[in-house]
C-alpha cells in the first residue's frame, strides 16, 4: 500500500505558516541597518556585531540567519552582503527600498493580522483608511514622508527603466507621470529620450523631493511638478498620461472616474499607460498581485489589485480605441490605451 504521507507537502506547508519569521528577521535587519553598515565590503563577524550594538546572544544565529535567507554571504567568519542586498538594502544607495518595509514593522503587520476580520467585514483594518485619504497622510514627518518616497522609487528603479526602454517614446513629445513621488520614473524617461517634456503630478506634499530629485538629475528646464488631489482635480493635458501602482488603491467607480479623466486629459491619439503587478487573468499564478490586493483590504476602504483583461474593459468603457497588455519586468506589466 503506498504511503499517504506527502513530507515534501507538509514541510512547505509548514515553511509557508511560519514565514512570518524570516519576514520579521529581514525587518529587524533593515531597521538595524546591517546592510549598510556592510556598504560594498566585508566585515569580521564580531566587529560587526559590535558596530550594530548587538547582545552576543542570538547575534550570531541572527547574522547567520541572513545568509541562509541568501541576504548575507559569509566566509570564514567574514560577513558581506549579497548582490541582491547590496543593491537593494544599503540605505545610500537610489535603488535602496528598505523603506518599503520601515512601516511593516508596526502597523502594517498588525494589519495583516486582522486579515480574517477584514474578510469576514469586507472593511479595513487601518484607522486611518478614510475613503478620500492619500498615501502620505499618515507620514506627517517630512523625514518619514522623504524615506517613503525613496523607498517607492526604488521599489520601481527596474519598471522605470523598461518604461524608458519599451514604449515607443519618440511618437510623443510631452508625458506625466500621475502620482509621481519624488519624480524617479520622470527623470527616467526623459532622460532616456532629450526631446520628451512633461513632469510629475502628486499630492503637494511631494513637491519639495520631486524638485530636489529632478534637480539632482540636471532636469528642471524639462520637468515640472503639477500639484493636485487625484480624484477631485482635473489631471494635466500631455501627449502620454502613466499611472503607476495607482488604480489599486481606489474603488470600482473610483478607477473609472479616474480613467476617463485620464482619457480627456489626453491629446487626440494620445497613450495612457497603467503599469504595475497586475493579477493574471486566470487569477491562479501571479501571488504578489493577489497579496497587493488584500493589502488593499487591508489599507483602503475599496482598493482592490485587477487583471489586464480587466483593465482593458474599464479603459474601452470610458473611451480607449485600442488597448494592449504587456510585459515590462519579471513580476510587472503594462497596459496601454489609445485614445
Sequence with gaps: MQNSWDQDGADAIVRLGMGYRASHALLSAIEIGVFTELADHEIE????????????????????????????????????NTPAAGIYLDCTKPSYIGGLFEPENGRMHADWDSLTAALRSGRPRSASAEPNAHPYAPLHDPAKLEIFLSAISGANWHAAHALAERFPWGDYRQFVDIGAGQGALCSS???????????????????????????????????????????????????????????????????????????????DEGALIVHGTLIDDDRKDNITGLLDSLAM?????????????????????????????????????MIVGIK
Excluded at 482598493?303 to 515590462?328: P, Y
Aim: charged fraction near 25%; glycine fraction near 10%.
Design 297 to 333: 483590504l487591508l489599507h483602503t476602504p475599496g482598493g482592490f489589485e485587477f487583471t489586464g483583461v480587466e483593465c482593458s474593459a474599464w479603459m474601452a468603457e470610458v473611451g480607449f480605441r485600442e488597448t494592449s497588455v504587456q510585459r515590462l519586468t519579471e513580476s510587472e506589466f
Design 45 to 80: 563577524g564580531e566587529i560587526l556585531i559590535g558596530r550594530l550594538e548587538l547582545h552576543p546572544r542570538g547575534a550570531r544565529d541572527f547574522l547567520d540567519t541572513l545568509v541562509a535567507l541568501k541576504l548575507l554571504k559569509r566566509e570564514g567568519t567574514r560577513y558581506a
Design 189 to 267: 524617461i526623459a532622460s532616456a529620450h532629450e526631446h520628451l517634456s512633461g513632469g510629475g503630478f502628486d499630492f503637494p506634499e511631494a513637491r519639495p523631493s520631486f524638485e530636489r530629485h529632478v534637480a539632482r538629475q540636471s532636469l528642471s528646464h524639462r520637468l515640472r511638478f503639477y500639484p493636485g488631489f487625484l480624484l477631485e482635480d482635473p489631471l494635466p493635458p500631455a501627449d502620454v498620461l502613466v499611472f503607476g501602482d495607482l488604480l489599486c488603491h481606489w474603488n470600482l467607480d473610483q478607477k473609472k472616474l479616474l480613467l476617463g479623466k485620464a482619457y480627456h486629459a489626453l491629446t
